[in-house]
């Protein structure tokens, strides 16, 4: 039970951009006894139960169910890919706007080459 929620809490404080000093700090332990939590090493979630449901918006079911934490990690990874393709997107359109003006930059100089001569 504790790696399971130890894996919960890691990717439900990853959801939510935190950092372990972070989360501590809400829960007011320190930086070390959380990570223990973490890492499924300490049973003091126990404790703090109620605290962690409202910190990361979850029910207690949530918290102790197998998986939560790598459902939510992958959420969280599927969004920043979604991001990710989302600027690759304009970062081709800009291109594109770049390349049509090299074009015209070429014809513009090319005419103006023959002029000269």
């Known amino acids: 039970m504790n790696k399971i929620v130890g894996n919960n809490l890691k990717g439900l404080r990853k959801s939510k951009n935190m950092s372990q000093e972070e989360a501590a700090d809400h829960l007011?332990?320190?930086q070390s006894a959380y990570a223990?939590?973490?890492r499924g090493e300490s049973t003091s979630w126990a404790i703090h139960f109620n605290k962690i449901c409202q910190m990361f918006e979850i029910t207690p079911e949530e918290l102790v169910k197998k998986g939560l934490g790598d459902s939510v990690y992958e959420s969280l990874m599927n969004k920043d890919r979604q991001t990710e393709i989302a600027m690759l997107s304009v970062y081709r359109k800009i291109i594109?706007?770049?390349e049509l003006q090299i074009e015209d930059l070429k014809t513009i100089?090319?005419?103006?080459?023959k002029g000269k001569n």
Do not use: A, F, T, V
């Open 28 to 30: 007011q332990i320190s």
């Open 109 to 113: 100089i090319k005419h103006l080459n």
């Open 36 to 38: 223990r939590m973490e």
């Open 96 to 98: 594109k706007q770049y």
